[in-house]
């Protein structure tokens, strides 16, 4: 039983301040969020940047689902693309890259039922997959391994339906069938099922989750015709080519050359993490981060910015974010005065009690450098052009510092003594450790 010193009193509750009646009028009539706003944050993080890359097609919107990774990965072909071929209407196919990430996804999980049969049910592990056989998030590791293995379509060759706009009934019945086929696996292995009994169980489930996308969404193209007219009125056709041909010879990214970098204060800086269970194509490349300083996340991504290329980056988007305004700054909101509260938390605390995580990837297009070092940050979002500035947003550097975790870029942008990194045995991290969280922010 509970001391007294345990509990709350009638006396304490007399004595909290009176103060908490005269604030809550005004904050109980409306959204806190409205009514903390700090009103001059966004003069005092103007949209003015001394580099930026000249985006010149449409912000895109992922619409209600969790497919952000997938159009942060997309947006960088895109700016390639744009300048390659003269054509500011080039829009890659989300749809496409979506479709194939559940099905491997679903083959993933039962896979991963088949490593963990002999588990009890009621294991942390086996818990913990069934709970969430799979979601709309991921990794960029997770975009190049669909990408490597399956290519990429135009927009139009492939385009976007009622439930790869809003994917929550498509996801909800495959997570049904994934559990009880992942029941099903684990039941035949109990009976004395042969592990060849038990794969060709899963290869008729792997078809069941095939039809049901195929149902959903329409079977993808096996071959396309890409054809548009420039901007100089020019004609380009590029006949019956594969979707993989159609990657490799128009994206212009190489997606199995880029790096995933991280910062996790977590863990020692210049070595390899990986987190066990994560991943969509079986036997694809494994989802790995050089751990580094935020400083050098910086520095590289400036290096990539004056090359001329967009860098694609993970983030905890719902921190200290002003939506309508664009802006992401750690003064966004003033709590001191409603609530007399502080935050003190570090970004390793953060991790550690589950106050943070990655949740969101975007593109960064742009920096503002005063006497060479960055102030702000100008972000391409996939929430569509009413979302923010026109789409876009304006991340102080100080907000980048907390809130980013991790950039992906071309090995030719990391220094060789950080590359090496990757020659290391991986450090592997538990299924349900913070950086296994799988980027889906949605509007």
Partial sequence: MADGASQITMSQLKSYSAKDQLAHPAISSGSYKKLTKNRKVA???????????DMKAPVTDQKGTGRCWIFAGLNMMRHNMVERYNNTKIELSASYVFFYDQLEKCNWFLESVLRTVDDEADSTLVRHMFREPLSDGGQWDMFAAVVEKYGVVPKEAYPETHHSEGTWELSGLLKKRMRENGMRLRKSHRAGASIEELRAQKQAMVEEAHRILAIMMGTPPDRVTWSFYDKDDKLHVYPDITPLEFYREHAGVNCSDIVSLVDDPRNKYYELLEVDYLGNVVDGPAVRYINVPVEDIKRYAIKVLKAGRPVWFGCDVEQSLLNSEGLMALDAYNLSAAFDIEA??????????GESTITHAMVITGVHLEDGKSVRWRIENSWGSKAGDGGYYTMTDEWFSEFVYQISIEKRDIPDAVLRVLDQQPVTLPPWDPLGALLCGQK
């Fill in 43 to 53: 003069v005092n993080h103007p949209a003015v940047f001394s580099d930026e890359l």
């Fill in 344 to 353: 003190t938390m570090t970004k390793r605390e953060r991790l550690q009690y």
